[in-house]
């Protein structure tokens, strides 16, 4: 593989070009640039795997499956994650299965040279340790929501995140965040938007009173 194609997956994407700015010249060079369609890119949660990936476009889901078959989405991650870091400092079979819910571009390296590259690499070394603390607090925050609220609250209080306006909120991006069936995230859309809080156009989702929303997610309580 050309070491152009691997500079140029580095340089579509400012957080992958931070991250890469120090890495060893022998590192980079064995690296790869692999492209997955839909759902193509799936690692399997229990299974070693003998890379790590640097996420460059797209998103993937990180999950649990239990034995019953119940899924339960940990996060949804953007470009300039790591995929299989964990796994590879620790040596340990993958924690939760990862998919790949858009076409994604990933740079492929061998579990060694990554943990090669944390030990020469400082900058990197610090950043990544500030990446995997940001992953524990937003997991510990998610389990919370999960455990601790109803689905209802669970809906309401990601609409209100996520009512910026930056990024249109749809069902499937509900799906990723609330630990409850399809079927129940459409009930308490119908809920919200009966009661005239949200407004739901084709598959986007538009919060029209925030302040009842708030009420009504307290109300749960």
């Known amino acids: ?73 940990l996060d949804v991650y953007d470009p300039g994650m790591f995929l299989g870091e964990q796994e590879a400092i620790i040596k340990r079979p993958y924690s939760a299965s990862v998919v790949n819910i858009s076409p994604v571009t990933v740079l492929e390296m061998k579990n060694a040279d990554f943990v090669e590259w944390t030990q020469k690499d400082h900058y990197f070394a610090d950043h990544l340790i500030g990446n995997l603390s940001a992953q524990i607090y937003h997991l510990t925050k998610r389990m919370e929501r999960y455990s601790m609220h109803s689905a209802l609250q669970q809906i309401g209080l990601f609409l209100l995140q996520c009512g910026d306006g930056r990024a249109p909120i749809t069902r499937e991006r509900i799906t990723y965040e609330v630990d409850t069936s399809y079927r129940n995230i459409n009930r308490v859309l119908k809920r919200l938007a009966d009661i005239g809080v949200i407004e739901i156009s084709r598959s986007t989702i538009h919060i029209t009173d925030r302040q009842t929303l708030q009420k009504i997610i307290e109300r749960e309580e």
Do not use: W
């Open 1 to 73: 593989m050309s070491i152009n194609e691997v500079y140029e997956a580095i340089n579509s994407d400012d957080r992958v070009r931070r991250l890469m700015k120090t890495v060893p010249l022998n590192i980079l060079e064995r690296m790869r640039v692999r492209h997955f369609a839909s759902k193509q890119f799936v690692l399997q949660q229990d299974e070693r795997y003998d890379y790590t990936y640097l996420l460059v476009s797209g998103r993937v889901k990180v999950f649990l499956n239990s034995p019953s078959g119940k899924q339960v989405v």
